[in-house]
């Protein structure tokens, strides 16, 4: 069994995600609501819930090498939901917002097949990148 | 020692003679009778210089010489471009060397390139359509409206209003707002997004023009037409073969605009 | 009555059917739409982290053009302005509330625009026509119908942009209606979808079309298990996704049948008895027109 030991790291780590996403994130109590409204769950190697709590022992590296925030499609329907009033999107911005900081994009903006840039509206590749590229 | 004396000596004389060279030549004016002289900084370092130079010309005066990074010295080619800094401000300012007086305490560099993406395309095989502007240039989809490419040009054209009309597919609207654009590049090197708006307005520029002005007019049509028939072969060849003295003065004594008579229909 | 419209990229290009039938219904109720003159892209999707601001500068700027829409005259008196595109209505929205919640930080957003000719002055409100026309009565739009769409099954779409988060959000998060309500007034049979708020994917389309295909297939089968005949929609985002990427929805799902998604729009145009040249059916990628000429609706 895996033993988790909290240094201050995961502590600073804790408190820079709270910083950058406004959310007293220690006040997830793990209900799963979250995780049950996402449209995207099924997709994510872990839930939103699970994200919440790797966030709250200030697992960085585990956390930030998931898919799951880059899945996330903001909208907004954990906001809505969670009884404690925790905006779990924000929470999940500032994860992709750590990596994208760091002149690290999550999608090469070169390589979108011709075929779909024919057809995709402006909408879609203006959000896309703003979510995915920093 | 008398060797090293010499080696010395030879630099500086080596010094003297590139600064001189470098020099232009003003003619009419003596250094002594020049009154108005300031300072300005070239990378950083201080240069004593008449007050009346533009950047370019000053940049030579100091004994610089410009093998890149100048053109046609007229504010049109977009190849002197310059940042600088006035005295006592912070703001990085931007302009064209060869269209900008120098002032005291200038603090300035030049940019002579920007190393900009420029990717290559056939009209032909292109749509006339927003999509075909993403294709070339995505990045165009970031752009944050900051304006900061607006405050970087030195031709003082609305850039930001230009790359927001690309989004939009009005590329009438770029043509005519990016049309006096000189491609400095300047606009490129401030952009947080990083696109290379004189690119993007170049592409929209030549698509409006291809397929968006409309039919090409008949006297273009009839020109083209007589050209391949051979209507101007001969006079070609001719002018071709002239020596240069004989172009000068062919030139020269060439007929003026003002004594051509109206026609309907110019040959 | 004259209200500042912002129309958004898209609503200019792919999308412009929902401009134009959305232009043509308003004038039809008396409404017209001014556009903002020298608009900028919103910047979609609204940022979410506390410290960033240079990506609220977009809507910043936009309502100062409100500001001076007010001024040259264009509108008089009139701070509202109509939003149709659900991502725009949004990122706007939100970020008109950021700034006026923060006041530092729209000073520092209009130090940094120093070369408009106006600063923000934080009087502008963001409305969705939806909302618009609810304030007006949906028993007034009904006066005006002239060709009520009661042969029609319509099931609303809603998407997130809409709704959610509370503050911003036109209706009910959980159970809107007033989408139904106007449809309703224009003489349609309204159907009822459980995933009528369910997302359809959003910006997940440029990168994997899959999953989108995968939301679609749900949001649209539940709808047509109900009897819908038609969606609606408010969103480009979610019209291409629900609309566009039909094509990769048959390919994972071979029966699947076809069905139209509009802008709820050119319904009203049709209800209105408008010309068809206002819908812009061309637009849509799954034709409508077979369906509405078999209703007698065009």
Same mark, same amino acid.
Request: hydrophobic fraction near 35%; charge should be positive.
């Given at each position: 069994?895996?033993?988790?030991?909290? /240094?201050?790291?995961?502590?600073?780590?804790?408190?820079?995600?709270?910083?950058?996403?406004?959310?007293?994130?220690?006040?997830?109590?793990?209900?799963?609501?979250?995780?049950?409204?996402?449209?995207m769950?099924?997709?994510?190697?872990i839930?939103?819930?699970?994200?919440?709590?790797?966030?709250?022992?200030?697992?960085?590296? /585990?956390?930030?090498?998931?898919?799951?925030?880059?899945?996330?499609?903001?909208?907004?329907?954990?906001?809505?939901?969670?009884?404690?009033?925790?905006?779990?999107?924000?929470?999940?911005?500032?994860?992709?917002?750590?990596?994208?900081?760091?002149?690290?994009?999550?999608?090469?903006?070169?390589?979108?097949?011709? /075929? /779909?840039i024919?057809?995709?509206?402006?909408?879609?590749?203006?959000?896309?990148?703003?979510?995915?590229?920093? | 020692?008398?060797?090293?004396?010499?080696?010395?000596?030879?630099?500086?004389?080596?010094?003297?003679?590139i600064?001189?060279?470098?020099?232009?030549?003003?003619?009419?004016?003596?250094?002594?009778d020049?009154?108005?002289?300031?300072?300005?900084?070239?990378?950083?370092?201080?240069?004593?210089? #008449?007050?009346d130079?533009?950047?370019?010309?000053?940049?030579?005066?100091?004994?610089?010489?410009?093998?890149?990074?100048?053109?046609?010295r007229?504010?049109?080619?977009?190849?002197?471009?310059?940042?600088?800094?006035?005295?006592?401000?912070?703001?990085?300012?931007?302009?064209?060397?060869?269209?900008?007086?120098?002032e005291?305490?200038?603090?300035?560099?030049?940019? #002579?390139?920007?190393?900009?993406?420029? #990717?290559?395309?056939?009209?032909?095989?292109?749509?006339y359509?927003?999509?075909?502007?993403?294709?070339?240039?995505?990045?165009?989809?970031?752009?944050?409206?900051?304006?900061?490419?607006?405050?970087?040009?030195?031709?003082?054209?609305?850039?930001?209003?230009?790359?927001?009309?690309?989004?939009?597919?009005?590329?009438?609207?770029?043509?005519?707002?990016?049309?006096?654009?000189?491609?400095?590049?300047?606009?490129?090197l401030?952009?947080?997004?990083?696109?290379?708006?004189?690119n993007?307005?170049?592409?929209?520029?030549?698509?409006?023009?291809?397929?968006?002005?409309?039919?090409?007019?008949?006297?273009?049509?009839?020109?083209?037409?007589?050209?391949?028939?051979?209507k101007?072969?001969?006079?070609?060849?001719?002018?071709?073969?002239?020596?240069?003295?004989?172009?000068?003065?062919l030139?020269? +004594?060439?007929?003026? +605009?003002?004594?051509?008579?109206?026609?309907?229909?110019?040959? | 009555?004259?209200?500042?419209?912002?129309?958004?990229?898209?609503l200019k290009?792919?999308?412009?059917?929902?401009?134009?039938?959305?232009?043509?219904?308003?004038?039809?109720?008396?409404?017209?739409?001014?556009?903002l003159?020298?608009?900028?892209?919103?910047?979609?999707?609204?940022?979410?982290?506390?410290?960033?601001?240079?990506?609220? @500068?977009?809507?910043?700027?936009?309502?100062?053009?409100?500001?001076?829409? *007010?001024?040259?005259g264009?509108?008089?008196?009139?701070?509202?302005?109509?939003?149709?595109?659900?991502?725009?209505?949004?990122?706007?929205?939100?970020?008109?509330?950021?700034?006026?919640?923060?006041?530092?930080?729209?000073?520092?957003? *209009?130090?940094?625009?120093?070369?408009?000719?106006?600063?923000?002055?934080?009087?502008?409100?963001? @409305?969705?026509?939806?909302?618009?026309l609810?304030?007006?009565?949906?028993?007034?739009?009904?006066?005006?119908?002239?060709?009520?769409?009661?042969?029609?099954?319509?099931?609303?779409?809603?998407?997130?942009?809409?709704?959610?988060?509370?503050?911003?959000?036109?209706?009910?998060?959980?159970?809107?209606?007033?989408?139904?309500?106007?449809?309703?007034?224009?003489?349609?049979?309204?159907?009822?979808?459980?995933?009528?708020?369910?997302?359809?994917?959003?910006?997940?389309?440029?990168?994997?079309?899959?999953?989108?295909?995968?939301?679609?297939?749900?949001?649209?089968?539940?709808?047509?298990?109900?009897?819908?005949?038609?969606?609606?929609?408010?969103?480009?985002?979610?019209?291409?996704?629900?609309? *566009?990427?039909?094509?990769?929805?048959k390919?994972?799902?071979?029966?699947?049948?076809?069905?139209? @998604?509009?802008?709820?729009?050119?319904?009203?145009?049709?209800?209105?008895?408008l010309?068809?040249e206002?819908?812009?059916?061309?637009?849509?990628?799954?034709?409508?027109?077979?369906?509405l000429?078999?209703? *007698?609706?065009?």
């Amino acid at each position: 069994m895996h033993k988790l030991v909290i /240094e201050s790291k995961n502590v600073e780590f804790l408190a820079k995600v709270s910083k950058l996403s406004g959310q007293p994130i220690t006040r997830c109590d793990q209900c799963g609501i979250c995780s049950g409204s996402c449209p995207m769950v099924d997709e994510m190697d872990i839930t939103p819930s699970q994200l919440m709590r790797m966030v709250q022992l200030g697992q960085e590296e /585990e956390v930030l090498g998931t898919k799951a925030m880059w899945l996330c499609a903001s909208c907004y329907t954990c906001t809505v939901r969670c009884p404690r009033g925790l905006d779990v999107s924000k929470v999940a911005e500032a994860l992709r917002q750590i990596t994208l900081r760091q002149a690290i994009d999550h999608i090469d903006i070169t390589k979108i097949p011709e /075929e /779909e840039i024919r057809i995709l509206p402006q909408v879609a590749l203006i959000s896309a990148f703003r979510k995915f590229t920093g | 020692m008398k060797a090293e004396q010499n080696r010395v000596l030879n630099s500086q004389e080596i010094m003297r003679r590139i600064s001189t060279a470098s020099k232009p030549i003003v003619s009419g004016v003596e250094e002594k009778d020049v009154e108005h002289w300031v300072t300005i900084y070239i990378m950083g370092k201080g240069y004593k210089v #008449p007050a009346d130079l533009t950047i370019l010309t000053a940049i030579e005066y100091a004994g610089y010489k410009f093998i890149r990074g100048c053109g046609c010295r007229q504010g049109f080619c977009g190849a002197c471009g310059t940042i600088y800094r006035k005295k006592g401000e912070y703001k990085l300012r931007t302009g064209m060397a060869c269209q900008t007086r120098v002032e005291d305490g200038m603090y300035l560099v030049q940019i #002579p390139f920007t190393p900009a993406v420029k #990717p290559s395309y056939d009209l032909n095989k292109e749509e006339y359509a927003v999509s075909t502007v993403f294709k070339y240039y995505p990045e165009v989809a970031r752009c944050v409206s900051c304006n900061t490419c607006t405050k970087a040009c030195p031709q003082g054209l609305q850039v930001m209003d230009y790359v927001q009309a690309a989004i939009k597919g009005d590329f009438k609207a770029v043509a005519e707002e990016s049309f006096d654009c000189i491609q400095c590049g300047l606009c490129a090197l401030r952009c947080p997004s990083e696109i290379v708006q004189y690119n993007v307005a170049q592409l929209v520029r030549r698509m409006y023009g291809k397929f968006g002005t409309g039919p090409v007019p008949a006297y273009v049509t009839k020109r083209i037409k007589e050209i391949a028939e051979g209507k101007f072969k001969e006079d070609m060849d001719r002018l071709t073969k002239l020596s240069k003295q004989e172009l000068e003065k062919l030139y020269s +004594e060439r007929k003026r +605009e003002s004594e051509y008579k109206e026609t309907k229909d110019s040959d | 009555m004259k209200i500042p419209f912002y129309p958004g990229c898209t609503l200019k290009t792919s999308a412009k059917n929902f401009e134009t039938s959305a232009i043509a219904s308003a004038k039809a109720l008396d409404i017209e739409l001014v556009e903002l003159p020298r608009w900028n892209c919103c910047g979609t999707v609204f940022s979410l982290t506390t410290d960033d601001l240079i990506h609220h @500068v977009a809507p910043v700027r936009n309502f100062i053009r409100v500001q001076e829409m *007010n001024e040259s005259g264009l509108v008089k008196d009139e701070y509202r302005m109509v939003v149709l595109c659900s991502m725009c209505y949004n990122t706007l929205k939100r970020a008109n509330l950021r700034v006026k919640n923060n006041r530092d930080d729209l000073e520092t957003i *209009n130090n940094l625009m120093y070369e408009e000719n106006q600063r923000y002055e934080g009087k502008v409100d963001v @409305v969705h026509l939806l909302s618009l026309l609810q304030n007006i009565g949906f028993d007034k739009i009904k006066e005006k119908v002239k060709k009520p769409i009661k042969s029609l099954k319509v099931s609303p779409y809603y998407g997130c942009m809409l709704l959610r988060p509370k503050e911003v959000g036109i209706d009910d998060a959980e159970d809107p209606t007033i989408q139904e309500d106007l449809l309703a007034s224009l003489g349609a049979e309204v159907i009822d979808n459980p995933y009528k708020k369910v997302c359809c994917g959003s910006y997940q389309t440029v990168q994997d079309k899959r999953i989108v295909a995968k939301l679609a297939y749900d949001i649209l089968t539940h709808a047509q298990e109900r009897g819908a005949e038609v969606i609606t929609t408010s969103c480009p985002l979610c019209a291409f996704n629900l609309d *566009n990427r039909q094509k990769e929805v048959k390919e994972m799902h071979p029966g699947f049948k076809e069905i139209p @998604v509009l802008y709820f729009t050119q319904l009203m145009a049709i209800a209105l008895g408008l010309d068809k040249e206002t819908c812009g059916f061309n637009l849509n990628y799954v034709n409508p027109e077979s369906l509405l000429k078999s209703k *007698n609706l065009i």
